[in-house]
């Protein structure tokens, strides 16, 4: 298991994190269709969220929470089978499953997205 912060459910973080992974996804568009497709999605699920500044009331929230985490599932499976993971994918991946108040997870999903298990930005 990786390291991870562990931090409450922000909804609307997940959102700009999302939004950093489709631009350096963007970057890769044509060896990763897929996994840019996804992380757009994640974006749009997350605008609403995302523009208020706030999580929406608890059932929307947890449901949304769960959708994003299958949806981001899919999109480190994309980005570890077309070989687009990067440390900065990486990164961002394991920070938007920590906003899901799934750090965890996202410690080792991080790493399959392509963190570098010694980044200095990795915590301790």
Do not use: W
């Amino acid at each position: 298991m990786g390291a991870f912060f562990n931090i409450p459910l922000n909804l609307p973080h997940a959102g700009t994190v999302a939004a950093r992974i489709v631009a350096l996804l963007k970057r890769q568009a044509d060896e990763a269709p897929m996994a840019l497709k996804y992380a757009q999605q994640l974006e749009e699920m997350l605008a609403a969220a995302r523009d208020d500044g706030e999580n929406p009331v608890a059932k929307k929230a947890e449901a949304m929470r769960q959708s994003c985490a299958r949806m981001g599932r899919e999109m480190v499976r994309e980005i570890a089978a077309s070989n687009v993971g990067s440390d900065r994918a990486g990164q961002c991946v394991r920070n938007f499953f920590e906003c899901l108040e799934m750090g965890e997870e996202g410690a080792d999903l991080g790493l399959k997205a392509g963190e570098n298990p010694a980044s200095a930005q990795r915590p301790v």
